[in-house]
DNA sequence: ATGTCC
């Protein structure tokens, strides 16, 4: 176990464990936290994961890990591993099994006020026409050659199809589709579990909020993100399904003998990974690709859905009021491959982000025009009652973590943990008297997600902020939550 | 996260 006497203070929030700690390490690792966030770190096995991340063949920098860190497979989720091409590894556990969960804001142009009387409308509407729960399956059927258009245009199919805006493409994180994607690549089970769940927001931490804006820490960049206090977004955070999860539990299946093939040592099983070039790491490549793809052609499908409920369920005049446009969207549990300065000499990387935010700062041409100035929207959710952050990139997040930041409060309580000490009937009462109007397709899972069971977002935003990796520009609040 | 064990 790795104890706080193992650590070296380098600022006020920023930790390093010596390459010395461990014989097996080749980098040192770094975690983003403030000391008594380090407590809890170290009190599970978040710490010692990330160490052993360390370890991976062809790691650059410093493993890394974001105020939010806690315990993963394999990985701390938090975690970001940029490896060297063409020889470093891609691991899977790096990515995690939903690949591409990722968190799309919109905003609607609509003070929150003038959406209160319809609150309670709206939430029934969404909840009954976006599907949500373990194993949900939603209104469209693919037949496999959709799937295979869906796989290989990402959100970008489902605008085509009608599901979507022209200019929401612009405002996705690689314009909603990474190019390598590959369904052949896909088992037949992988392809089988997604054909019916386009479109639907599944469970767990995954949610679909309207939210009011609170707080604007950055006009200027407020204004370039269009956001005004006192008005209603959506969120919405879900990723690729069951489709997604069965092409890591492939690959991670795969890569075991791979390991072993390839001689790579890993101090924990769950690190399986493969050489980058190899055929077991490029088959996996082009499916997390087509997963990712999957993931936000599904987020681009439940915004076609909210645009259509609002424009449904809304007065005449408040619907007219109302134009749902896409603030961004960001995925935060992926593996890119990117160009970086490593030691003064541009390199590409692949660069693991498992629970961790993409956050570019204005020096990098992914941006969209409009945001060119300010950076990248982080959109960082916290959690059913105290609400979630938006971020700026930084162009010192691209110095220090391969341009990365924190994806969320991150879990202070497992899941097993928050059933005990949370009553979800309770929860939901306690929410509705806050006013907050609450969907949910299952109590205990309400309770797995409550409050307490995540750590302080203003905590997190407040290290990920001093640390320059990403800065606040806003803060929202729910008004109603679904929550499969 | 996940047809929460093919």
């Not at 890591?248 to 980058?276: F, H, K, N, W």
């Not at 993409?358 to 982080?378: C, K, M, N, T, W």
């Not at 409060?409 to 008297?433: I, N, Y």
Request: proline share 4%.
């Amino acid at each position: 176990m790795v104890t706080r006497a193992d650590l070296r203070q380098l600022s006020p929030f920023e930790w390093e464990v010596p390459v010395g700690y461990r014989a097996d390490m080749l980098v040192p690792a770094r975690v983003y936290m403030s000391e008594e966030m380090l407590g809890a770190a170290l009190e599970d096995r978040a710490m010692e994961q990330l160490v052993n991340t360390a370890t991976l063949p062809g790691i650059v920098g410093h493993a890394l890990a974001m105020p939010d860190m806690h315990m993963g497979y394999g990985f701390p989720i938090g975690g970001v591993v940029a490896t060297a091409l063409p020889d470093g590894v891609i691991s899977p556990g790096g990515v995690g099994y939903d690949i591409n969960c990722g968190v799309r804001l919109l905003r609607t142009g609509i003070e929150a006020d003038a959406l209160l009387p319809h609150m309670d409308r709206l939430m029934t509407a969404l909840f009954s026409r976006v599907a949500s729960g373990v194993g949900a399956s939603g209104a469209l059927r693919l037949s496999p050659g959709q799937l295979d258009a869906v796989l290989h245009e990402g959100a970008g199919w489902a605008v085509a199809q009608g599901h979507g805006l022209a200019n929401d493409l612009e405002f996705a994180e690689d314009n909603g589709r990474l190019a390598e994607a590959d369904g052949g690549a896909l088992s037949p089970r992988a392809r089988e579990r997604g054909r019916g769940q386009l479109g639907t927001l599944g469970s767990g931490n995954h949610f679909l909020e309207i939210d009011r804006v609170v707080q604007v820490h950055d006009q200027a960049a407020a204004q370039a993100y269009g956001l005004t206090v006192g008005e209603a977004v959506v969120w919405i955070h879900c990723g690729s399904r069951g489709l997604g999860h069965q092409v890591c539990t492939d690959a991670v299946r795969e890569m075991q003998s791979a390991v072993r093939r390839y001689g790579i040592d890993i101090p924990d099983r769950e690190l399986v990974c493969a050489p980058y070039g190899s055929e077991e790491a490029q088959r996996y490549y082009r499916a997390m690709c087509a997963a990712a793809n999957y993931a936000w052609a599904n987020r681009q499908v439940i915004t076609h859905i909210v645009r259509q409920v609002f424009e449904d369920e809304l007065p005449a005049e408040e619907s007219r009021r109302c134009r749902l446009d896409l603030v961004y969207d960001v995925c935060h549990n992926i593996a890119k491959v990117e160009e970086h300065d490593v030691g003064g000499r541009l390199q590409r990387l692949c660069v693991h982000r498992k629970g961790a935010t993409r956050a570019f700062g204005p020096s990098r041409p992914e941006l969209p025009e409009r945001y060119g100035r300010i950076g990248q929207p982080v959109l960082i959710p916290g959690n059913m009652e105290d609400g979630s952050y938006v971020l700026a990139g930084t162009d010192l997040a691209l110095e220090r973590t391969f341009g990365s930041s924190c994806h969320g409060a991150g879990r202070a309580l497992s899941r097993k943990q928050a059933r005990r000490e949370v009553e979800g009937g309770a929860l939901r009462d306690h929410l509705e008297r806050s006013s907050i109007v609450v969907r949910t397709d299952s109590l205990g899972g309400l309770a797995e997600e409550a409050p307490q069971a995540y750590k302080d977002l203003d905590l997190v935003v407040e290290v990920t902020h001093a640390s320059g990796l990403a800065t606040r520009v806003a803060k929202t609040t729910p008004m109603g939550v679904i929550k499969g």
